[in-house]
């Protein structure tokens, strides 16, 4: 079977969403620490606020020493199934598209997109082609000792984003599209504008996107680089 669906392509479709969400689980937490117990399972934050989330996966950890992402359901600490389940679940649909990333329990971080060499980019990575699959967006990094990065998916009321506001929209877009490895940033754009429910119209050489109180055009060169943002902004 042809496979069409490639590990890059799970990081174009999470990129911008996966920005917001980020974005907005700074706001949310302000000044804290995290605390998991993987046991009981249990994973919360306190600080500015005491958030327990409502579900919690562990995806897996990046080890700056061996240079390899170790995926959760691959570590032989044998983590009880609800913590380990959506990482299997990405394992399934791994082997389901031949996406060699999710499927193999170790995967060098030289093997990744940009061939990167810190961890916390490693495990970034990793969750945001999670998020494309699993359709959970937020996602939390802790150290989980010497250098080690543990990657999670976080659930929480408090975590989904608002409606779409035009200046955030617009900075989602701009910080994405120019900071982020992407791949193919018109696909990037659509997925985005289609996930948070905006009108997209995205071509080879330009991208209208609207939505309540926002006109925006983003302009791409030849090798689909952003030349250009123009937008007209409103109060929705």
């Keep these: 079977m042809h496979n069409s669906l490639t590990f890059g392509h799970l990081l174009d479709d ?7 969400h980020q974005l907005h689980l700074e706001e949310v937490l302000g000044n804290h620490s995290w605390h998991a117990d993987l046991q009981q399972p249990l994973f919360g934050f306190t600080g500015d606020r005491t958030i327990t989330c409502t579900g919690f996966h562990l995806l897996g950890t990046a080890a700056p020493d061996l240079g390899t992402w170790l995926w959760a359901w691959a570590n032989p600490s044998d983590f009880p199934d609800a913590v380990v389940a959506a990482a299997k679940g990405l394992r399934d649909f791994g082997h389901q598209h031949g996406i060699l990333e999710l499927v193999s329990p170790e995967v060098p971080f ?14 970034g990575l990793m969750t ?3 998020k494309a699959v699993t359709g959970i967006w937020t996602s939390y990094q802790g150290d989980a000792g010497g250098g080690t990065r543990a990657a999670f998916l976080v659930q929480h009321p408090d975590f989904q984003l ?10 989602v877009i701009q910080q994405g599209l120019v900071g982020l490895t992407l791949h193919d940033r018109r696909r990037a754009l659509h997925s985005y504008a289609t996930r948070r429910g905006l009108g997209a119209d ?20 030849e090798l689909g680089r952003v030349s250009g943002i123009k937008a007209t902004l409103a109060q929705p």
Excluded: K, N, Y
């Design 202 to 221: 995205v071509g080879r050489d330009q991208g209208r996107l609207s939505g309540p109180g926002l006109e925006a055009v983003i302009d791409f060169d």
């Design 162 to 171: 608002p409606a779409p506001e035009p200046a955030r929209v617009m900075r």
């Design 110 to 123: 030289a093997a990744l997109p940009g061939s990167p060499t810190q961890p916390h980019l490693v495990a």
């Design 14 to 20: 999470a990129g911008l969403l996966a920005l917001e």
């Design 128 to 130: 945001d082609a999670a």
